[in-house]
């Protein structure tokens, strides 16, 4: 059974820290784009941060360059975001993707999401 599991996520101070971390099963994440999105209330679906196969390239949106970093674990077969600096806008529910293309398909995986709140 293919399944993406995300931890992590809880109540946080701004300015404070947050280990978000996406667990796969069923599958090897070894090849495929790894992701974070996140969808804050009354607000669309937003790509936060995502990380090549092999780890080496990494994208991140604009709101959070320099304050969130996205890591990968092919042999754990997880993935993570360290987010820093936390600031109330970050409050969302963040999910884990994982997607590749074979053959001209697209296939992806989401995790069921976890909640990030920055509140004092």
């Known amino acids: 059974q293919v399944q993406l599991v995300e931890f992590g996520g809880g109540l946080v101070q701004p300015g404070g820290s947050l280990r978000l971390s996406c667990a796969a099963s069923?599958?090897?994440?070894?090849?495929?784009?790894m992701s974070w999105y996140r969808r804050a209330p009354g607000k669309e679906r937003e790509l936060v941060a995502a990380?090549?196969?092999?780890?080496?390239?990494?994208n991140y949106a604009d709101s959070v360059k320099g304050r969130f970093t996205i890591s990968r674990d092919n042999a754990k077969n997880t993935v993570n975001l360290q987010m820093n600096s936390l600031k109330p806008e970050d409050t969302a529910v963040y999910y884990c993707?994982?997607?590749?293309?074979?053959?001209?398909?697209?296939?992806?995986?989401w995790g069921q999401g976890t909640q990030v709140t920055v509140s004092s």
């Open positions: 069923g599958f090897t994440i070894s090849s495929y784009v």
């Open positions: 990380i090549t196969s092999t780890g080496r390239t990494t």
């Open positions: 993707n994982a997607g590749t293309l074979t053959l001209g398909t697209y296939r992806d995986y």
